[in-house]
């Protein structure tokens, strides 16, 4: 029998450190909100692949588009052959998406390939290159995606010359002592001494921060970043790849705040699992680009293209994003109790928009230092006791919950009662 041993011996002589794994298994089969490693064990699954399988492991319904899928073709290259999938899913997102006016919309293959597409498309539209983001904001690993985030080790380091003209702001967050005021005060000190307003192109925001610690961005900061954007022609983008479809209680996490970008990346769930990823936007700014200065070998995957439309309907269907805010509402309640506990771990800073939640280890109860020790000895008892799990944070401090928005309840509370295990101190 194959065991995770071997395969992590086999693994350190064939593929690069530089790829991490937070845990050290090997996946034999998954199923919803559960996965078995080639040992047999089994896993309650509450990272969902980083917020990929909204929609859980292998839905029937989007096996069953993929299959018929793949007993037409798998691959053309829209470039060449043109298929009616793309059309149809570019459609859906145009009629979904909270964009004003008409909207058109590219279709790729990851996160990072959307970020860098969406800079390219707003470059083309103003004919600017600067670009502003902020501190803890993660875009991917791609050059430019590269630089947009906002933390350097280990996404930065080593890796230099990075794209210019990329500029960062505070990230507002309450217990970090950074306030909305402070990051648009970032913002004006930014066009008076470094670029001029009408020289920057875009600002890109999470609506939420992913590997940043699930901090959301406050409303007022998104409606005052509108109206700066409208004041002095910058494309304003939201990166919606670990916030987009459902996972924060809406559809798109942009939308709690009521304002509309002029580009939405998206990526993760959007294929349940497939790789596949899109630029949303403003018709007019999405055709700035000449014939041919889009697209990708393997953008809009037909076989993705399949599984997306699929998942949209389980989405509608299901009814997912009203289930999100449901057992979002359920875990937020008990983590709440845990962190009044006085005989588990010190934990606080509860935080959640729909079910995209975190809380961070604290170095003492009632206190504001992070222990970014032990969350990670959190993060390890978590996972010999058989849930997936993993952190996050400027400090790595937090530990976010991820779990598909289709667990079943009892999965659900299994999971968090191994979660409560992991929080036990250990001698």
Not at 1 to 22: F, K
Not at 284 to 297: I, K, N, R
């Amino acid at each position: 029998m194959t065991t995770n041993s071997d395969l992590l011996q086999r693994r350190a002589a064939s593929v690069p450190r530089g790829i991490g794994s937070a845990m050290g298994i090997f996946a034999a089969r998954a199923e919803n909100a559960e996965l078995w490693d080639v040992e047999g064990r089994r896993y309650i699954d509450f990272a969902a692949g980083i917020a990929v399988t909204n929609t859980g492991h292998r839905h029937p319904r989007i096996m069953a588009a993929v299959q018929a899928q793949l007993e037409r073709f798998t691959h053309t290259a829209f470039q060449v052959s043109a298929y009616e999938s793309y059309i149809a899913l570019a459609e859906r997102l145009n009629a979904i998406a909270p964009i004003a006016g008409p909207a058109k919309t590219l279709l790729l293959s990851t996160g990072a390939e959307a970020v860098e597409n969406a800079i390219k498309i707003a470059r083309a539209a103003t004919g600017r290159r600067a670009v502003v983001a902020f501190a803890g904001g993660f875009h991917g690993r791609s050059f430019m995606a590269m630089a947009l985030t906002g933390k350097t080790a280990p996404y930065k380091r080593g890796f230099g010359p990075l794209p210019g003209e990329v500029y960062h702001l505070p990230f507002p967050v309450e217990h970090h002592g950074i306030t909305v005021a402070d990051s648009l005060d970032a913002l004006e000190q930014l066009f008076r001494a470094d670029v001029a307003a009408d020289e920057v192109a875009a600002i890109i925001i999470e609506p939420v921060q992913g590997e940043g610690g699930f901090h959301a961005a406050p409303t007022e900061l998104l409606q005052a970043l509108r109206a700066i954007a409208d004041r002095h022609g910058i494309v304003l983008i939201a990166d919606e790849v670990q916030t987009g479809f459902a996972r924060t209680g809406r559809l798109f996490g942009i939308e709690h705040s009521g304002v509309k970008p002029d580009l939405i990346t998206v990526a993760k769930s959007l294929a349940g699992g497939f790789p596949l990823s899109g630029v949303i936007g403003r018709a007019e700014v999405m055709d700035a680009v000449d014939p041919g200065g889009l697209g990708g070998t393997y953008a809009g995957s037909p076989v993705a293209c399949a599984a997306a439309l699929a998942v949209l309907d389980v989405i509608a269907e299901e009814r997912l994003a009203e289930r999100a805010r449901a057992i979002g509402a359920r875990t937020l309640e008990r983590l709440q109790g845990l962190a009044a506990r006085r005989d588990l771990r010190p934990i606080g800073n509860v935080r959640g928009r729909g079910a995209m939640i975190a809380f961070d280890l604290l170095a003492a109860r009632g206190g504001d230092e992070p222990d970014p020790a032990a969350t990670q000895a959190v993060l390890r008892r978590a996972h010999a006791l058989g849930l997936m799990l993993l952190g996050c944070g400027g400090r790595g401090e937090a530990i976010r919950l991820l779990f598909p928005l289709t667990i079943p309840e009892a999965v659900l509370d299994e999971g968090l009662d191994l979660l409560e295990q992991a929080l036990q101190p250990q001698a």
